[in-house]
Structure formats: structure tokens, C-alpha cells
């Protein structure tokens, strides 16, 4: 897609939708209402973000700003340490003219970021609520409602949430409808749904909308995990039969980028038909249709109920070019790219988007990087806690690297000059480690005894560094050019130089102005700077959470780091302050060595309350495991 990202780029083939017997007209007016006011509160966070407070570091005797002096001023009573804070959703409304802002929101670069972010969004809100007003429902009489007519009455909030962690996190809005007997509000978010997917993607803004939606109807996060990965699995059969029968017809160019087939042109009066694959999983059925027939629930699909050629894409089956081709591009810029399945020990690669099995896909994917290996067969480990409803890889990106990373980080930790360098910083007893870790960085002063083995992490950790940084770069062109993943919202996560490599895909992505790819983002020990300007930057591109983890006595992070641009900050030793909408998870208590996160990645996605965790894996991780895991 082009500039912009997305965000309603897709002009997908509209089908009016008559209702009448399935829902009331007062249930479709409130069901319109609500979309409208969670898409409006949805553009109002986007405006928020670029209206944070403004941070001014302190400034040295050259006049250069230390962003890591923030970290050792004394925090506010009100401070909370270990915690993960994340500011209410649409807490805030649109700018007053005139309205005083940080000083890092005015620059122009971030105030032309602002903008287009805005209008990408109002695109995609623009589609979504025009789709919604295709809807008809017939009243008693035999006329047809339109979005005007009455409700069921004043809203009111929900007294007794069914999912109090959903309710939490996407704090839901107050709306009549949670009266409503349960299986009818399960049949409300079902035809939102399948409304939404006839917009031909399912981008991260889509996914936010269904989970606010889903939390104001009072309704359990499982129902709708347990919705996206069977209408997945439907969808992906239908894409994968017409791949069969139109390959032959059509010869592969491999030097074209994937195009979108166009949908059917319908005939608006014609209803629509779903195709025998969506009928197997139940939509329009007696058993799991929620009480839809199968012509309103083709005609709420559009051209997605029937024809695969238009939900290939979503799953980056493309007729027009193979995945082995995509990956070969990428190969060609980091040795060993690719992206390994976590969830199946025996699975290949990604390599055929057409040879995953139907039963394994879903409508989101879930990307794990490691910022060193200590263990080739372990490129999973770190991520096997992650749940069942999404497609889960961990990305392979120079293994030599990270390799040689590991066993030099290995070799440091275990040797007797970093002893003495921990015994030398307990000596210190005036000064707290973060204390110490903060002003060895912006004096320079470090263990003589650390500085004579400083070679041996220094070269790979340098070469690391920039290997991260052509993959994020990687990374960001295979989500955004060529769409290896499809049109679905990819969630990053990553520790070390992992999370590096996502700092700068993301970097990528804004500049670029994607919009609509990212959901959430986990950064665990990130070597970035932590400047507000730069997280604000990130958080434009990252519909849901955007998540730091900093330990400030990561003293390891710190020695390493030293030859960057200290003046800017370090994220994996510091909270982010200045941009809301970033979350900060502080793990001091638990990290005091950098090749701590490896092993902590489970309980850091459990402390955060990641969305989708295998709680029994989470339970069992200390017991061995064999194969790459």
C-alpha cells in the first residue's frame, strides 16, 4: 500500500445488509453509536500522543542535554516502582486551538507525523462507519431504519465486567446494549466482525475496535480469540482453493511486488453466497452462526465470503508471487533471515505461505527476536509461552552473530575481572547501583580490570549493533512492501538487540508512514535512545500497547553501550518519560545482568499481562526440554 499505510486504502465492494429478524432496529442504531464513539475515542488517544508533557533533561557544561539525568532525579510522591503503568484509553479529547504543548510536540517533524497519522486513521474510521450504515433493518411497520432512529434507551456503565483483565485494559464504554441477554451481544460482535472483514484487511485499528467493542458488550476475551481463529481458518481455506484452480491460468511474475485482486462487481440487488468453507466452521449455520442466516452473513463479508483470490492476500497467499521468493530478497540483505514456527517443534520454516496447515492459522501474528543465543537450538525457547491464537515465529536473523554475541557476553560475565568489577561497584556503598550504572555512562568511568577484556564484547556486540539495525530495516520492508505476512496485525516482541532490531523497523514504518500494521510492542533491555521524541515517534506506528522493560542496574547494558549516543538516553535502563501511551515495566529487582532476559521472558509477558500466554507452558518451563526448543 502507499503512503499512508493503511487505514481504508482498499476500495472493497460494498453489499447493503438487511438484518431484519436477526437483531431490532434499536440494537442497530446502539450497535452504530457505539462504533462510532470507540472509533471517535480511538482518534482522540492518536491526537493525545503527541500532547505529552514536556520533559526537559538537564544540560551539561557544553550545553548538551543527558536524558539519562532523568533517571536520578527524585521521582514524584505519587511514583509507583515495578509497575506497569498505561495511561486510560481516550482519556483525552482533541487540541483546543491555542493549547499549550511540549516542546517536543511542536517540532515539525513530529507535528507533520501527528497530521498524517491522523488523516490514515480517519481514513480507516471513514470506511468502517460507512459500512456500517449499509446496514438496514426493517421496522415493525415494514420500513427500513436508518442510524437516526431511536436506541434502547440512556447508557449506562457495565455494573459486574465478565472479563475483569479486558475490562482493565480496554475500558469499555458505557452503552445500553450490556443489558441484552449474552448470546444477543455475542451476535452483535459477530456481525461486527464480519462487517469488518468485508473491508478486505484486518489491520491493528480493526483489531483495537473488535477489543473495546468486545469489552463494552461485556463479553469474555476468550469468545472472540475463539472467533478470529475460526473465521482464520475458514477464510484460509477459501483462499487456499481458489489459489489451486487459478494458478494454472495465470503465469508467476517474480519481479512484480503482490497486488490485491480486485473484488467481484456484485450486483447490489444479487445476494451474496458463502463459500462451503465458511458454511464448515458454522457462519450463517443453525449451530454457530449467532442467529445469522447465510445470506445476511455473506452479504456483511462482501466479497470475502466467496471469493479466495480476496482473502488470499490477508494471509500472504499471493497469486502473483511466492513467499520463497519474498524471503529470498530479504536473504540477500541478512544472512540467515527467516522466521521460525514456535508453537510446532517439527514445523519448517516460513517458507510457503500456501503450506500452513488451515488449522494453524489465525488473524494475528506474534514475532519473537533474540538479541543474542547462547544455544543454536534454543531460537524458540525465549517465546514458547506465547498462546495458541496467533501465529507465533521467532525471527532468524544472523545466526553467527548472535552466536558469537552470547558466548562473548558468556565469557565476560564469567570471568574474574568482572568479579572484581562487582566487587569495586558493592564497594561503593554510597552510591546505588542504577547510581553508579548512570554516571560510569555519562563519566566514562569504568573498572580498569572491565576496560582490559572490553575487546572481547566489544567487537561482536559492535557488529551486533549494526546487523540489528539492517534487520529491523529488513523487517519493516517484508511488512510493508512486499506484505510476507499479509494484511494482518503483527505484534513484535524482543530483548537485547532483538529489541533494537524493532526500534528500527519501527523508525522504518514512521517514516515511511505505515499506519495500521503494528499492534503491540514489547522492548525488554532496548539499546536505544529514550528520548521523547523517539518513543513518541514509535507510538505512532503501534495501534495497541508499546511496552519498555528497564532494569536500571543492568550494569552490563550500560558497559556496552558506552560508545553510543549516551546524550539521548538508554531505554533498557531507564522509563520513558514524555510520551504518553508508552507503558514502563521496571525489572531492577530481577535484572542485574543483561543476559538475564532470555530466561525472564516468560514471567515479564505474565507480569504485563500479555494478551495470550500458555499458562501451563509458563508453569512447566524449568522442566528439560529436547529439540530446538
Known amino acids: 500500500m502507499g503512503r499512508g499505510g493503511r487505514g481504508g486504502g482498499q476500495q ?3 453489499r447493503p445488509v438487511d438484518l431484519t429478524g436477526a437483531i431490532s432496529v434499536a440494537e442497530k442504531n446502539d450497535l452504530s453509536t457505539l462504533i ?16 505529552s508533557p514536556p520533559v526537559s533533561p538537564v544540560q551539561d557544561e557544553f550545553n548538551q542535554q543527558h536524558w539519562l539525568s532523568l533517571s536520578l532525579k527524585v521521582p514524584e510522591p505519587k511514583e509507583e516502582q515495578n509497575h506497569t503503568s498505561q495511561p486510560a484509553f481516550g482519556s483525552a479529547t482533541l487540541d483546543p486551538v491555542g493549547e499549550q504543548r511540549s516542546p517536543e510536540a511542536t517540532e515539525p517533524q513530529l507535528q507533520e507525523l501527528r497530521k498524517e497519522a491522523l488523516v490514515s486513521f480517519r481514513r480507516w474510521q471513514s470506511a468502517v462507519l460507512q459500512r456500517v450504515r449499509d446496514i438496514h433493518v426493517a421496522e415493525p411497520g415494514g420500513s427500513h431504519a436508518g442510524c437516526r432512529g431511536r436506541g434502547r434507551g440512556p447508557t449506562k456503565p457495565v455494573p459486574n465486567h465478565l472479563d475483569r483483565e479486558l475490562a482493565r485494559r480496554y475500558p469499555p464504554i458505557p452503552t445500553s446494549l450490556w443489558t441484552l441477554p449474552l448470546e444477543k451481544r455475542k451476535t452483535l460482535l459477530h456481525i461486527s466482525h464480519l462487517l469488518l472483514l ?10 483495537l475496535l473488535l477489543l ?65 468453507a465458511l458454511v464448515e466452521i458454522g457462519i450463517g449455520t443453525a449451530h454457530n452462526g449467532h442467529g445469522l442466516i447465510p445470506g445476511m452473513a455473506a452479504s456483511l463479508m462482501g466479497a470475502m465470503a466467496d471469493n479466495g483470490l480476496v482473502s488470499g492476500p490477508m494471509f500472504g497467499i499471493y497469486v502473483a508471487r511466492p513467499t520463497s521468493k519474498m524471503l529470498e530478497s530479504c536473504s540477500r540483505e541478512i544472512q540467515d533471515f527467516g522466521l521460525v514456527p514456535v508453537q510446532d517443534e517439527i514445523a519448517p520454516d516460513y517458507a510457503d505461505a500456501k503450506k500452513i496447515p488451515t488449522e494453524d492459522r489465525r488473524l494475528r501474528i506474534v514475532v519473537g527476536i533474540n538479541g543474542w543465543l547462547v544455544d543454536e537450538n534454543a531460537i524458540v525457547r525465549p517465546w514458547a509461552f506465547l498462546g495458541s491464537h496467533a501465529e507465533v515465529f521467532s525471527l532468524r536473523w544472523d545466526m553467527s552473530i548472535l552466536l558469537s554475541l552470547g558466548n ?37 568511568s569504568w573498572p580498569a580490570g572491565l576496560m582490559k577484556i572490553s575487546k572481547i564484547v566489544d567487537n561482536p556486540w559492535s557488529l551486533g549493533m549494526v546487523r540489528a539495525d539492517k534487520a529491523g530495516g529488513v523487517l519493516a520492508d517484508a511488512l510493508m512492501r512486499s506484505k510476507m505476512l499479509g494484511d494482518r496485525p503483527v505484534s513484535l516482541l524482543g530483548f537485547g538487540l532483538g529489541a533494537r532490531a524493532i526500534y528500527i523497523c519501527l523508525m522504518a514504518l514512521a517514516e515511511r508512514r505505515q499506519f495500521g500494521l503494528v499492534e503491540s510492542v514489547l522492548l525488554m533491555g532496548t539499546p536505544a535512545p529514550s528520548e521523547s521524541r523517539v518513543w513518541l515517534t514509535l507510538k505512532s ?7 519498555n522493560v528497564y532494569s536500571e542496574n543492568d550494569y552490563l547494558l550500560g558497559f556496552l553501550y558506552r560508545t553510543s549516543n549516551i546524550q539521548s538516553g538508554v531505554a533498557g535502563l531507564q522509563k520513558i518519560q514524555g510520551a504518553d501511551g508508552v507503558e514502563n515495566h521496571d525489572v531492577s529487582r530481577l535484572v542485574s545482568e543483561h543476559l538475564r532476559y532470555s530466561a525472564l521472558t516468560s514471567k515479564i509477558l505474565k507480569d504485563i499481562g500479555w494478551e495470550d500466554l500458555n499458562i501451563a507452558a509458563i508453569k512447566t518451563e524449568r522442566m528439560p526440554r529436547t529439540g530446538r526448543r
Open 36 to 51: 462510532s464513539a470507540i472509533t471517535d475515542k480511538m482518534h482522540n488517544a492518536i491526537s493525545n500522543i503527541f500532547d
Open 408 to 444: 562473548a557476553l558468556e565469557t565476560v560475565t564469567k570471568s574474574a575481572a568482572w568479579s572484581m568489577a562487582k566487587k569495586e561497584i558493592a564497594s561503593r556503598t554510597s552510591k546505588s547501583l542504577s547510581v553508579i550504572v548512570y554516571s560510569s555512562l555519562m563519566e566514562a
Open 198 to 207: 468485508s473491508l478486505q484487511e484486518y489491520s491493528s485499528y480493526t483489531r
Open 12 to 14: 472493497a465492494t460494498r
Open 212 to 276: 473495546y467493542l468486545t469489552s463494552s458488550l461485556n463479553i469474555l476475551l476468550r469468545f472472540f480469540q475463539e472467533e478470529e481463529t475460526r473465521l482464520a481458518q475458514g477464510l484460509s481455506q477459501v483462499a487456499l482453493k481458489a489459489f489451486e484452480e487459478h494458478v494454472p491460468e495465470q503465469k508467476l511474475d517474480e519481479n512484480k511486488a503482490p497486488r490485491r485482486p480486485k473484488g467481484k462487481l456484485l450486483n447490489p440487488l444479487t445476494p451474496g453466497k458463502l463459500a462451503p
Open 541 to 547: 506506528v503501534v495501534s495497541g500497547r508499546l511496552i
